[in-house]
């Protein structure tokens, strides 16, 4: 037993690869299934994510936001808290970067940038700290009120940028930002291009990793996370880590929906937050709640995510990304089960 | 402000109110019973969500295949069971985290119905019409002045809703079986002890929770209109969740709190089309945050004077 409690505890990297290898297993099954090809399927994911200049580009434009939602669900995690609500968090930092960059013609870049940037992890931060705060004081289930609290976000958005915050014109999206709140291009190629959000999103990993592994604050977060009582025990307030975790996790998405804000769209729109909160879960699963780790996991999904187009061109639908990435969610879950087969596969038969 | 008060009373004095009442609680009710199974026995089952979208997918597919909309709802329960079938294998078996498990179960439902609606139909957002399960008529009763509206003319999986809460808690309550649930969902090394077996009891609360959640998942898409529509769920699976915190974990309760989330929902449908009020389209969105403020609000409210079951959402490890 002691043996096999050793190979549970290095398996941080090896148990989420075997969890994506077998999820693709059973996608090609299914492609087969309905009498698709999988190896011109999985070939147009590859091109569509990698194949050219413009793909890569995409793919890390894609990526930036994935590392902070991922980032964001990933600290929740490690504070004991399932912030199922990255997506909400995100839009309601989005939508007030974005009145508040709609504010800045005569503001000089050096000022309006940061002012973006704060502005949206606030907004992000509230709207996590709400649920925090619901937790700690009242008890309230995080996973319930975070999930309300995406889908009153969604309507006030609707409602903001349907009437008070409506760009002329009648169509569902808010005023463009101004130019000095909006990122540098890196590289641009054709009608993509490469901002310079992919640095804040990198910077937001460093900073998490220190606030996680070198801060008071992250020590306190995680022993809250890791049992509560014994922490309580040990003079740490359980209700203030709650709040405070949720509000720094908050932040991390808010700063996701900026950075669409700040490098892709310029305004909020409608379906600026897309699956990005739910991916997020993905994300911090695959990376093991930890920064680095999350980072690659990022990157692997922004690929999956930016290749279902050409994947969806050669003729499968795009939603077998959606079931990937539930069967990885589902194998995480079951991590058993992964673990008892590569204690199978390790052992060799002689012994089963 | 006078308008707003002729509209409330209109609506209140309007049969419609309340026959979308009962039409928007029924699937709440199906989902909060089947969440009450499942954590009677331990098990936290946020995949209702998921399984409720499935099965609304599978009764329109079984009815559209077969042109008999009981066969659809057959489709659905099958759908429904498989997907609770795969939340008990992953937290009961190898006692993995419910609440990931759950949230794979969610994912996996949009991505398989969001693939399929593709497949079968040939394009994304909605299915075609389908037929419907027939709508219960009570003879002459419709006749019957404001009841007759009411009530005269029902889905029978409204009434089905209704017997299953009474089944429910009788089972609960006043069965061997239901103690043996409630044991397992309280004391599992306990009830282990006297020679409960632990797993199969929360196979059985985690099963009956998609056959519930299915019956929900169905109502939704067949029940009235007979038409499956992307991600149609829309949330009634967590605010299920929230009916059955608030009632305590009891079929009756669940069932009191579900009737008042679709009462609300209904009260929003009904004020927005009231005329008098002059509403601006835009105020469509204001109104449809209501339902989830009311969840919030009670969820934070109540939580305090409920009790989960002591052991819900840990894995039992026998060993």
């Known amino acids: ?352 | 402000m006078n308008a707003w008060v002729q509209a409330i009373i209109n609506v209140f004095i309007n049969p419609v109110f309340y026959r979308s009442t009962l039409n928007q609680s029924t699937p709440l009710i199906f989902a909060a019973l089947g969440g009450v199974y499942s954590e009677t026995t331990g098990v936290v089952n946020i995949a209702l969500e998921g399984i409720m979208l499935i099965a609304a997918f599978g009764g329109v597919v079984g009815s559209y295949f077969t042109g008999n909309p009981w066969y659809g709802l057959a489709l659905a329960l099958l759908l429904g069971i498989s997907m609770a079938a795969l939340h008990a294998w992953a937290s009961i078996r190898y006692a993995g985290d419910q609440i990931i498990s759950g949230t794979a179960i969610i994912l996996l439902a949009q991505g398989i119905t969001g693939f399929s609606l593709v497949e079968l139909f040939g394009k994304p957002g909605s299915t075609d019409l389908v037929r419907s399960i027939p709508l219960v008529n009570l003879g002459g009763f419709e006749e019957v002045p404001f009841f007759g509206k009411m009530v005269g003319s029902l889905s029978p999986l409204v009434y089905v809703a209704f017997a299953s809460v009474v089944f429910s808690w009788y089972l609960i309550y006043k069965t061997k079986l239901g103690l043996r649930m409630r044991s397992v969902g309280n004391n599992p090394e306990a009830a282990d002890t006297l020679g409960v077996n632990v797993y199969n009891i929360r196979y059985f609360g985690v099963l009956m929770s998609g056959v519930f959640a299915a019956l929900g998942g169905a109502f939704l898409s067949i029940g009235e209109l007979g038409q499956f529509t992307e991600n149609m769920s829309n949330g009634r699976g967590f605010i299920a969740l929230a009916a059955m915190i608030i009632g305590n974990w009891s079929p009756t309760g669940a069932m009191w709190a579900a009737i008042l989330f679709g009462a609300a929902s209904a009260f929003n449908d009904q004020l927005q089309s009231q005329g008098v009020l002059h509403l601006a389209t835009n105020t469509q969105y204001l109104f449809g945050m209501i339902p989830y403020i009311l969840t919030l609000i009670v969820v934070s409210g109540f939580v305090g004077k409920s009790r989960a079951p002591t052991a819900d959402g840990i894995p039992y490890i026998k060993d």
């Not at chain 1, 043996?3 to 290095?10: E, T, V």
């Not at chain 1, 090609?28 to 590859?46: C, D, E, S």
């Not at chain 1, 291009?185 to 606030?211: D, H, M, P």
Request: glycine share 12%; net charge positive.
């Open chain 1, 1 to 352: 037993m002691s043996k096999l409690k050793k190979f549970y505890m290095n398996d941080k990297i090896i148990s989420p690869l075997i969890a994506i290898v077998i999820s693709f297993i059973i996608a090609a099954i299914v492609m087969i299934l309905i009498g698709k090809n999988p190896a011109t399927a999985y070939g147009a994911l590859f091109y569509g994510a990698f194949g050219t200049e413009g793909a890569l580009i995409n793919n890390i434009m894609k990526a930036t936001p994935l590392i902070l939602t991922g980032l964001a669900v990933g600290f929740g995690f490690r504070a004991g808290l399932f912030n199922i609500g990255a997506n909400g968090q995100l839009i309601i930092g989005a939508l007030l970067a974005t009145y508040v960059g709609s504010q800045m013609q005569t503001f000089p870049f050096y000022l309006s940038i940061p002012l973006m940037l704060v502005v949206g992890m606030l907004g992000g931060a509230l709207w996590g700290a709400l649920a925090g705060w619901l937790k700690a004081a009242r008890g309230a289930h995080e996973v319930i009120t975070t999930i309300m609290l995406n889908y009153i976000a969604v309507f006030i958005a609707n409602y903001v940028v349907n009437g008070p915050f409506q760009a002329p014109g009648g169509v569902p999206k808010s005023p463009e930002i101004a130019y000095s709140a909006r990122f540098p291009n890196l590289v641009t190629t054709g009608a993509t291009w490469l901002s310079a959000g992919i640095f804040v999103a990198l910077a937001a990993v460093v900073v998490v990793y220190i606030i996680i592994e070198k801060t008071k604050t992250g020590y306190e977060v995680k022993a809250v996370g890791f049992n509560p009582y014994a922490a309580e025990y040990g003079g740490i307030s359980i209700s203030k880590n709650v709040v405070l975790a949720m509000a720094i996790s908050g932040a991390l998405a808010g700063l996701a929906g900026t950075m669409q804000v700040m490098g892709v769209y310029y305004r909020y729109l409608g379906s600026l937050g897309g699956s990005m909160g739910f991916d997020g879960i993905t994300i911090a699963l695959i990376g093991q709640n930890d920064p680095i780790g999350i980072a690659f996991a990022a990157f692997l999904i922004s690929s999956i995510r930016a290749g279902s187009n050409q994947m969806q061109i050669a003729g499968v639908s795009k939603n077998i990304v959606i079931i990937i990435q539930g069967i990885i969610i589902f194998l995480v879950a079951a991590n058993r089960l992964v673990k008892t087969l590569m204690v199978w596969k390790r052992k060799g038969v002689e012994e089963i």
